[in-house]
């Protein structure tokens, strides 16, 4: 039996998206259905049945599905997780309450951060305590734990989190904890925060103890009943899932930390514009992800995608820092914005015309889905505007409703407005271009980056659509839009490698760093990363040292390499010259200061897979005709309308155009220059 097909799924808030890639047969094909909220799985199955007969692939040719999720954000989001228990030690009860004893907006004296995954009366001290040094100054008192955790079984405790004092340094209490936990009650999930996040700073290891624990159990049983669906299918092959830093992990790794694929579905579609600027040969490039809930951008440099250690979750103000719930792990650098397909567009109290973040998303979805939708949203302009084929939009399985999504925007935006429906569409469109220009702004100068330096990779179902006037309005000169690009975040999952990210804490002055007793971190490091990836040739492990390093006194750290293998054979004197460099380059200038080094890091992977998105031109004219588009700046203008599909490699058109796929659709100004490259990618390059 031969087994070379491999599948990557996408659940987003609005559509599955699918791809199946066979070498044997020099085959890709792509899937786009709607997410089915209430049963995610369900999606899945019938999306992955559809492509196994579309493809005629019997299901026992699959070699693997590679998945991704937003379960865990929707979970934290909805608040809708298990009933969780925190020991901690005692006298430390209050660490979730306090935080980081900030406002996050000293301007709004009603601003409430977000509310702790854990109440307080489900926080319990024991006795016990490991010092900063890791000595052990009062031993644990197991008999108190034992009967803290009776009395949360007593409250209805769905899960336990372990985040005690220390535990970075020495984790032997907490272990303890566990096996305790094992014995007592065996089918109560159980997180220390020494295995989920073993650094320094208790209130940020603590919260990401408690989110693991939180949708622990929910995303033990999705998982396992996808993996069961699955099998009925007959699908005996692997599953492996989407981590948010961009890598992919096994089924159990996903399971036992579930924080870890937080930012999972958003990380796939950096990691698939990624494989696009090193194709291409793009230096630096924005990924631009636009799907029907919100919009994604991230920074892609040398063909990789920016990668940073901490997040928040939850945020009660999504563009205000210390609002959401701390979380430390390794996640794509991206800025994410509620500006999606789905949008809900309606004036404000002000009589401003406000565009998300409320969405319709995929039930009811937009009103020209004609599934029940009644607020206008971002596609419904966007079909108002000519970017949208009615008859055409996937692949004619979802004819949209032209008439009920005009009424719609009359009635919200046009009549409260004062007026005529184009101008309403265009003000919708507008506004959630804007949106996305000022984050994507806000993100690039926080990197000290020009847009105009940098080539716009537009996908996902919405990205192509919008993709013309984000780049005008940021002054970015090139866009490009790979073939399929409705569903490039699925094609992410089957490129990405597998990896895992280890960090342990062990601060020390530079000049003062035991170099033996951390290479001895990097050997255990090494070892379980090496085990969970379980290589058939061990050889093939890639591994990157890095350490998280500042000048003594201060609070935040930055990342910087570490050279060569042999940690013991380490030039103190040239890691602070590398961390001065660093440092330069991200704050402009360096301090005088000693340094010292907080984190130690390790990032193990196994090559990626090479996937070329090849789709031969279908034969046929590719003009399908010309119709009124409305182009940002230029007002409505006749637009020539293409296939892609039936592209030839190296056709040149000039713009306006409009060009079609079954899962997205984009359009061009007059000023614009189109190419279309061998995989039928289109390279567009935008006059001034």
Not at 202 to 224: H, I, W
Not at 358 to 384: M, N
Not at 452 to 479: E, N, S, T
Request: charged letters at 25%; a negative charge.
């Amino acid at each position: 039996m031969s087994r070379t097909a491999r599948i990557g799924v996408d659940v987003g808030g609005t559509f599955t998206d699918l791809l199946l890639h066979d070498p044997a047969r020099d085959l890709t094909w792509p899937g786009k259905l709607p997410t089915t909220p209430h049963a995610p799985n369900e999606a899945i199955t019938v999306g992955i049945a559809r492509l196994l007969a579309e493809t005629g692939t019997p299901a026992g040719d699959v070699a693997g599905v590679v998945h991704g999720t937003t379960l865990v954000t929707n979970t934290l989001l909805e608040r809708t997780g298990a009933v969780v228990g925190l020991l901690t030690t005692r006298g430390f009860r209050d660490t979730l309450e306090m935080g980081r004893e900030i406002r996050f907006d000293t301007t709004d004296l009603h601003a409430r951060p977000a509310r702790p995954l854990v109440p307080r009366h489900l926080s319990r001290g024991v006795a016990g305590r490991i010092a900063a040094d890791g000595a052990e100054l009062e031993p644990l008192d197991e008999d108190e734990v034992l009967a803290r955790v009776r009395e949360f079984r007593a409250q209805g405790v769905e899960a336990v989190a372990v985040a005690l004092l220390h535990s970075y340094r020495d984790d032997k209490h907490e272990r303890r904890v566990r096996e305790l936990l094992a014995r007592a009650h065996p089918d109560l999930p159980v997180t220390l925060s020494s295995a989920v996040a073993p650094v320094i700073g208790e209130y940020e290891r603590a919260s990401t103890a408690c989110l693991n624990a939180y949708v622990q159990p929910l995303m033990a049983r999705y998982l396992d009943a996808l993996r069961d669906d699955l099998l009925a299918m007959g699908v005996d092959a692997p599953l492996h899932i989407m981590l948010s830093g961009g890598g992919v992990t096994t089924l159990d790794d996903a399971k036992e930390f579930p924080v870890r694929l937080l930012e999972s579905g958003p990380a796939a579609g950096a990691i698939a514009a990624a494989a696009v600027a090193r194709r291409l040969g793009e230096p630096d490039a924005l990924s631009f992800d636009m799907g029907g809930t919100t919009a994604k951008i991230a920074i892609v440099s040398g063909g990789r995608v920016r990668r940073k250690h901490d997040f928040e979750a939850g945020r009660v103000d999504k563009f205000k820092p210390g609002s959401g719930l701390p979380v430390r792990l390794t996640v794509a650098d991206m800025i994410e914005i509620g500006s999606g397909g789905g949008s809900i567009a309606a004036p404000d109290p002000l009589g401003l015309l406000k565009v998300g973040p409320r969405s319709a998303g995929s039930v009811p979805g937009p009103v020209a889905y004609g599934r029940g939708g009644e607020h206008p949203t971002v596609t419904d302009a966007d079909l108002l505007l000519g970017y949208l084929d009615p008859a055409t939009f996937l692949g004619g399985e979802m004819r949209l409703r032209t008439a009920e999504a005009g009424k719609a925007v009359d009635r919200d935006v046009a009549g409260p407005l004062g007026l005529d429906r184009t101008g309403a569409a265009a003000g919708i469109v507008e506004v959630a271009t804007a949106s996305m220009a000022a984050a994507a702004r806000m993100h690039l100068s926080e990197h000290g980056r020009d847009p105009a330096g940098f080539a716009l990779i537009a996908f996902g179902g919405a990205g192509p659509v919008h993709a013309y006037g984000l780049a005008k309005q940021l002054k970015i000169g090139r866009i490009i839009v790979p073939m399929r690009a409705g569903v490039m975040s699925a094609y992410g999952f089957l490129v990405a490698a597998p990896t895992v990210d280890q960090v342990r804490s062990l601060p020390s002055p530079l000049a003062e760093v035991e170099w033996g007793r951390v290479d001895g971190l990097y050997d255990e490091m090494s070892a379980h990363a090496t085990a969970v990836l379980r290589p058939e040739h061990p050889e093939l492990v890639r591994f990157r040292r890095s350490a998280d390093m500042r000048y003594v006194g201060q609070g935040f750290d930055i990342e910087v390499g570490l050279p060569g293998a042999d940690l013991t054979r380490i030039d103190a004197g040239r890691l602070h010259r590398d961390f001065e460099e660093t440092y330069r380059a991200t704050f402009g200038r360096c301090l005088d200061g000693p340094v010292e080094v907080v984190n130690w890091r390790l990032s193990a992977r196994l090559p990626g897979h090479d996937v070329v998105l090849r789709c031969d031109p279908v034969p046929g004219e590719a003009r399908r005709g010309e119709r009124e588009v409305w182009i940002p700046g230029h007002g409505r203008l006749r637009a020539g309308v293409w296939d892609r599909y039936r592209l030839r490699p190296g056709t040149e058109i000039a713009g306006p155009a409009v060009f079609e796929e079954r899962e997205s659709s984009c359009c061009f100004g007059p000023e614009c220059r189109i190419r279309v490259d061998a995989d039928l990618t289109l390279l567009v390059d935008v006059g001034p």
